[in-house]
């Protein structure tokens, strides 16, 4: 049967777009989204609101003729960022957010946080101007087991920074626990989390039963079932405080298939084709505009999307390649392991 739903354009409050050819191949696919906020950890980072406006720049030069995508652009957290320089970019438009890394936990986080005391000062400076601070919550305490990392950090790190600053506007960047769910809930209008389309698909089976799958490795890592249930409940109530942030991580297949593959899976071509399928399944279609379309927006403080897509339901699936090239570079979108049937109309 056919069957189509019709919502607002949605955003991506979570995106990586790398840069040169990279960027070249893969902003294409994100250019349907309206907002994105796009992350710094580019080698070497965004730090500053000059290189932000520059990157911003490169972006819009690799998107497409007439692609809805507005680049939000954010700064990454180093332990000598001036407040004052965050800001003056949040001030004259450049930035929407800050982004933490904890140095180490993830991709190109060497120049991360070391020591939370010494940002302490730009997350008041934040917390006075409300900007936000986009969270990758994960501690890099090598003793603690790493399906632990994202609890433990709420604990440790999360909780005490928020209470040490009233008012920072924090998002939990990729939840993938029900202690991240149950934590997000916990918070008032100025704590939101976003949540990844294959955190709702897979869970840490799809990476290791049956032979090592580095195409499902990704950063939290994938946790047990239970947790994407607790996920899947979260993305699919509507609550206002939970929103798509894609975490689209292209890399090149050659740095994922090796003895020490990087984190990251790529779902920008098909994330929608993909949420489609998930609220079908959990019977909350009505509630994919709240999560990919409207949540985030109002967390930023911005208007919907004023126009819309639309995605159908065909009798066959939609095709989508196995891969992309990137340069002389191949990259391997993220399979959810069925047929996609939720079709999502050109515009
Ligand atoms: N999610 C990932 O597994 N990787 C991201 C970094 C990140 O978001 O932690 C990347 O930049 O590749
Ligand atoms: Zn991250
Ligand atoms: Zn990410």
């Given amino acids: 049967m056919t069957h189509s739903i019709t919502i607002r354009r949605p955003d991506d409050w979570h995106l990586h777009l790398r840069d040169g050819e990279m960027l070249a191949a893969v902003a294409p696919h994100s250019a349907g989204f309206g907002r994105a906020i796009i992350m710094p950890n580019l080698v070497p980072p965004v730090v500053t609101g000059a290189q932000a406006a520059a990157y911003r720049e490169r972006i819009i030069a690799a998107l497409p003729e007439g692609a809805a995508l507005q680049p939000q652009m954010t700064l990454y957290l180093t332990d000598t960022t001036d407040p004052g320089d965050v800001v003056a970019a949040h001030q004259s438009g450049i930035i929407r957010a800050v982004k933490l890394y904890p140095a180490g936990a993830t991709t190109n986080s060497a120049s ?196 819309r897509i639309t995605l159908t339901r065909r009798a066959t699936p939609a095709t989508y390649p196995e891969t992309i090239t990137a340069g002389v570079e191949t990259v391997t979108l993220f399979d959810p392991g069925y047929p996609l049937f939720w079709h999502l109309e050109s515009t």
């Fill in 112 to 307: 991360g946080v070391t020591d939370f005391d010494r940002v302490r000062p730009v997350l008041e400076a934040m917390a006075e101007t409300g900007i936000p601070l986009c969270v990758h919550g994960e501690v890099t305490d090598p003793a603690v087991d790493i399906f632990d990392r994202e609890a433990v950090f709420i604990d440790r790190v999360l909780d005490p920074v928020r209470r040490a600053t009233p008012g920072l506007r924090v998002v939990m960047e990729h939840i993938t626990t029900a202690d991240g769910v149950a934590y997000a809930r916990s918070g008032g209008e100025d704590l939101g989390a976003t949540i990844t389309t294959h955190h709702l698909v897979i869970n840490r089976n799809a990476i290791l039963a049956g032979g090592i799958r580095p195409h499902y490795y990704c950063l939290p890592v994938a946790k047990r079932e239970s947790h994407r249930l607790a996920l899947r409940e979260a993305a699919t109530s509507g609550e206002a405080r939970f929103f798509l942030g894609t975490d689209s991580a292209p890399h090149p297949d050659r740095a994922k298939l090796m003895p020490c593959g990087c984190a990251g899976c790529f779902t920008a071509p098909n994330t929608m084709s993909i949420l489609a399928h998930v609220f079908e399944e959990d019977g909350a279609l009505d509630r994919l505009e709240a999560f990919a379309s409207l949540n985030g927006a109002a967390f930023y403080g911005l208007p919907p999307n004023e126009d």
